[in-house]
């Protein structure tokens, strides 16, 4: 049972475009939502993470909006850059313990020149 | 300085060998683990160790077997090896977020 749907699987765009990724859960003890962003032949590392009681939060060109009433959060890109071409996990977590982490199915952004 | 590194970073072998892989962090943490990422991209967790003992044990083939000797070491031991195994495993460390991940052994069984 996925308790993180993340989507869409697949995005592109083009520089300067603004891709979303959007995500959603279904366990209200979730009290912690980090972005992790993976480059091919590299782990995934933290991108930006936000917790439920702002409904937006911004960290240069990244942006997270959350929406809890609706259980959903999405990850903003402003001005892409092709350098930005990764794959997102959105995740989520309780306490923000790392054993309790639980990731979104990824999406693969590409961003053409 | 590489906070999480594993070897090797590729490893071809065929079917029924036994291979292990090796994960090392040095940023102190408490917590290590293995993940397991398809071709598809999906990270699925295998296995969490909190100083030196076993936390999670998710659904994994009991040919899966992690060993820490300390707790800046996870290591992991594949027997039998079967064509389902191939993906890209990822070692990563922190009991609090976010975790760090080491980039990757790329498994491939023939």
């Known amino acids: 049972q996925q308790q993180v749907k993340q989507s869409p699987q697949s995005l592109i765009v083009q520089k300067g475009g603004i891709p979303i990724i959007n995500c959603a859960y279904e366990?209200?003890?979730?009290?912690?939502f980090p972005w992790y962003q993976q480059f091919p032949g590299k782990g995934p590392a933290l991108l930006i993470a936000i917790r439920p009681d702002v409904s937006e939060k911004k960290e240069g060109r990244f942006t997270i909006s959350f929406n809890k009433s609706a259980k959903q959060f999405s990850l903003h890109i402003m001005d892409s850059q092709p350098g930005d071409s990764a794959t997102y996990f959105c995740a989520a977590s309780i306490n923000n313990a790392g054993n309790m982490l639980t990731f979104g199915g990824g999406t693969r952004l590409m961003v053409k020149p | 300085d590489t906070a999480v590194s594993q070897t090797p970073k590729y490893l071809v072998t065929q079917m029924g060998n036994d291979k292990s892989i090796k994960c090392e962090q040095n940023?102190?943490?408490?917590?290590m683990y293995w993940y397991k990422q398809d071709s598809k991209k999906f990270l699925k967790i295998m296995f969490s160790y909190n100083n030196k003992e076993l936390i999670i044990n998710e659904t994994v083939p009991n040919r899966f077997s992690p060993k820490s000797p300390d707790k800046a070491h996870l290591n992991l031991h594949i027997n039998s090896l079967e064509l389902g195994d191939s993906a890209v495993y990822f070692c990563?460390?922190?009991?609090?977020?976010?975790?760090?991940f080491g980039n990757g052994t790329r498994l491939t069984v023939t």
């Open positions: 366990n209200t003890a979730f009290d912690y």
């Open positions: 940023l102190g943490h408490d917590t």
């Open positions: 990563a460390s922190g009991t609090f977020s976010p975790l760090h």
